[in-house]
């Protein structure tokens, strides 16, 4: 069986990031949280949709499954 490492993200806890994604995405947000998998609980974010334009991402309260906002 094969072992991972989990992500060293505990230095960049509840500090503003700026993550690139998949389809030339940017998104913008506090890092709240994280898990082995590189799944990211971000407060505060936004998508950057151009220089000019941003996108709110509102967060689901507790026990709801989030969605991305828009179709890739």
Request: with cysteine.
């Amino acid at each position: 069986m094969v072992r991972t490492m989990a992500p060293e993200l505990k230095n960049y806890m509840d500090k503003k990031l700026h993550l690139q994604l998949n389809g030339n995405r940017t998104v913008i947000g506090v890092l709240r949280g994280y898990d082995a998998f590189m799944n990211v609980h971000l407060a505060d974010a936004f998508e950057v949709l151009s220089k000019k334009t941003t996108r709110h991402w509102a967060l689901p309260s507790s026990g709801e499954t989030a969605s991305c906002p828009w179709k890739p």
